[in-house]
């Protein structure tokens, strides 16, 4: 998954049809917004269901739709709303599923909501300095973490590893040390960004 990767900075590659970094309606604006339309059925789904076949495969086709309209900001250009708004559909969709598996008792609540406050903490953080012009550059270890966390629900909802929950637990703790690693590495970057204004 593409929360907070550098694919909403990136400019077109030529596509046959370019946008500009303030259009709305955009093939990848719709793939985004159909996830975000998605979530709530998903996570209905993973809620009813648990580790089932039909679980993960919609969370498979859902999650991975964040590769298209990655694949589509990048040849059709990209946008200041996809940018915010593909971040934002990843982390309904991960924040979500990872939620509902601590309801389901698959996860233990503690690395759930230390995941829940770096994302929250560094949204705001970047949010407060956008205001005051400070841009903090996305990091490849952010968008690692994002991939982590959904291999990490993936594997939970696979019925062969659901019956060794071992392993959806270990790849979990993997991406909570990505999450709170990325996390303090954007809180300096914004401090050093800051300072060099």
């Known amino acids: 998954m ?41 996570l209905a789904a993973v809620a009813s269901r648990g580790a089932s076949w039909i679980s993960v495969a919609l969370w498979i086709v859902f999650a991975g739709t ?14 200041r709303s996809g940018a915010f708004l593909d971040p934002l559909a990843d982390k309904f969709l ?25 994302e929250l903490v560094i949204s705001a953080y970047r949010s407060i300095l956008g205001q005051r012009g400070v841009s903090i550059p996305a990091r490849r270890s952010a968008k690692l973490k994002t991939v982590v966390q959904t291999f990490a629900v993936g594997f939970a909802l696979l ?25 303090v590495q954007y809180l300096v970057d914004g401090s050093r960004n800051r300072h060099a204004m």
């Not at 964040?66 to 946008?79: E, K, W």
């Open 2 to 42: 593409a929360t907070e990767t550098a694919k909403g900075a990136e400019s077109g590659d030529g596509g046959d049809r370019g946008y500009g970094p303030s259009a709305l309606a955009t093939p990848a604006n719709a793939v985004t917004m159909l996830r975000v339309a998605a979530t709530p059925f998903v």
């Open 66 to 79: 964040d590769g298209l309209d990655g694949y589509l900001a990048r040849r059709q250009g990209a946008t």
């Open 94 to 118: 991960v924040l979500g599923a990872l939620f509902v598996l601590v309801a389901k008792n698959v996860f233990w609540w503690l690395p759930v909501a230390l995941i829940g406050a770096r």
């Open 159 to 183: 019925p062969p590893s659901a019956e060794h929950p071992s392993i959806a637990t270990t790849i979990l703790w993997v991406a909570v040390a990505l999450t709170l690693v990325s996390g």
